[in-house]
């Protein structure tokens, strides 16, 4: 069974340009976290899906990070415009509905804002 | 105060010893107590998780659960080298949110 799949893996970017992450989570999960983890830290939750419906955003920037889900199946999240203080590692995990709890996260992708 | 703490080490441990790892929560309400692995580069994994008072066992892992004290713990017993990394508590609280700790480095000294 493959795993949480997110591209790109590395992200250069210069300020105040917009980055884009893409997330495919494990087959059958309906269930989909975005979480951001700065160095030194746990991850911090940005957004929960349920299926397409974002039941949880409350952590997440909503002056310049969005989210999508439109199918259910794979997500983005971008991040229009970036600012130095976002560089981060931006994890994506998945769960199913009868074990919620048991995240499978993805590699992450690091993102460095200069 | 954080809603999760650790301490953020390093913890320096024998080979063969056991290493004893503590987090403390501060929503009374918290259902469930996870503890992830997570090696230097990459993503977390999930090592346990515990939602009742008391012991839980799976192999060299035992975690521990005071819900009184909003404690709870995970013991590595026989520490190997390959169990060196940053371990994860998380919680998930009353509100039902997941929150992580900043987690703990782990060194296992041969």
């Known amino acids: 069974e493959a795993g949480v799949v997110q591209s790109p893996r590395y992200k250069i970017i210069e300020k105040k340009q917009p980055v884009a992450f893409w997330c495919n989570p494990i087959?059958?999960?309906?269930?989909l976290y975005w979480y951001r983890q700065n160095l030194g830290q746990g991850p911090e939750l940005l957004i929960r899906?349920?299926?397409?419906?974002?039941?949880?955003d409350s952590q997440l920037p909503k002056d310049r990070f969005s989210a999508e889900r439109l199918k259910g199946v794979d997500s983005t999240l971008k991040i229009q415009p970036a600012e130095l203080g976002d560089s981060a590692v931006y994890l994506c995990a998945s769960s199913s509905s009868d074990l919620q709890e048991t995240q499978y996260f993805g590699p992450g992708t690091r993102l460095l804002v200069l | 105060q954080k809603e999760v703490e650790q301490n953020s080490g390093p913890l320096s441990v024998p080979e063969g010893a056991i290493a004893s790892l503590n987090c403390t929560y501060s929503d009374r309400g918290s259902q469930s107590f996870f503890w992830y692995r997570q090696y230097s580069g990459k993503s977390p994994e999930l090592i346990m998780f515990i939602y009742s008072n008391g012991d839980k066992e799976d192999g060299r892992f035992t975690a521990q659960l005071n819900k009184a004290s909003q404690y709870v713990s995970l013991l590595i017993r026989d520490s190997q080298p390959s169990d060196s990394a940053t371990y994860l508590c998380a919680v998930t609280s009353s509100a039902s949110k997941i929150i992580f700790g900043s987690g703990t480095r782990l060194s296992i000294r041969p």
């Open positions: 087959s059958g999960h309906n269930t």
């Open positions: 899906y349920e299926n397409e419906e974002a039941v949880d």
